[in-house]
């Protein structure tokens, strides 16, 4: 499955327009400290996390995580917007909690 069907499939509001939409996600990652995502996360995966500062950018872009996603709503700076844009990195956010995303991003990439 790649990013864009997953936006759609669980009605992510995208961020950062088309930016890696047609990239396969391997799998996913949650975890709002960056260390450890610099020691965790796999290449190709999604990231759920709270944080919305111009560092994630540098860990997606280290880890070549194919976007974030950010729960609750939160708000992210346009700064950081268009930063990611230019990266490459794209930015999703949803309503529901890091938990709840977790799951339904789990379960939609497991039924294929």
């Known amino acids: 499955m790649n990013l864009g069907q997953l ?9 950062t327009g088309d930016i ?6 391997k799998g996913g990652y949650v975890s709002d400290l ?5 020691a965790n996360a ?17 860990v997606a872009k280290l880890k070549d ?3 974030i996603i ?3 709503n939160l708000h992210v700076e346009n700064e950081i917007i268009e930063k990611a844009k230019t ?10 909690s890091s938990f ?3 799951g339904l991003v789990y379960n939609s990439l497991t039924r294929d």
Request: aromatic share 4%; glycine share 6%.
């Open 7 to 15: 936006a759609h499939l669980l009605n992510f509001e995208i961020l």
């Open 20 to 25: 890696n939409l047609e990239k396969v996600i």
């Open 34 to 38: 960056l260390s450890d995502v610099i």
């Open 42 to 58: 796999e290449e190709d995966s999604v990231w759920i996390t709270v944080q919305r500062h111009i560092n994630i950018l540098g």
């Open 65 to 67: 995580i194919v976007g």
């Open 70 to 72: 950010i729960p609750r």
């Open 87 to 96: 990266e490459g990195i794209a930015i999703l956010r949803d309503s529901r």
């Open 100 to 102: 709840e995303i977790a």
